[in-house]
């Protein structure tokens, strides 16, 4: 493998991980709500789950189109 396409590996790795990070981030602020907030930050639990379902979606085809 020539460095060119080592580079290129690492940065697709690089750009899944930091995808990866933001499902992780929404993922995070739901688990806070459930534990701390529930009974008054309930009513922000349908936005966030839409955005964990775009951000996982988001990441696994970006993993799926680069090979992954």
Same mark, same amino acid.
């Given at each position: 493998? $020539?460095e060119e396409a080592k580079a290129e %590996?690492? %940065? !697709?790795?690089?750009? !899944?991980?930091?995808?990866?990070?933001?499902?992780?981030?929404?993922? $995070?602020?739901?688990?806070?709500?459930?534990?701390?907030?529930?009974?008054?930050?309930?009513?922000? !639990?349908?936005?966030? $789950?839409?955005?964990l379902v775009e951000a996982v979606a988001? %990441?696994n085809k970006f993993k799926a189109e680069?090979? !992954?």
């Amino acid at each position: 493998m $020539s460095e060119e396409a080592k580079a290129e %590996a690492k %940065a !697709l790795k690089k750009e !899944l991980a930091k995808r990866k990070r933001m499902a992780v981030e929404v993922a $995070s602020q739901i688990h806070d709500i459930v534990e701390d907030t529930l009974w008054t930050d309930y009513v922000k !639990l349908p936005e966030l $789950s839409e955005k964990l379902v775009e951000a996982v979606a988001e %990441a696994n085809k970006f993993k799926a189109e680069n090979g !992954l």
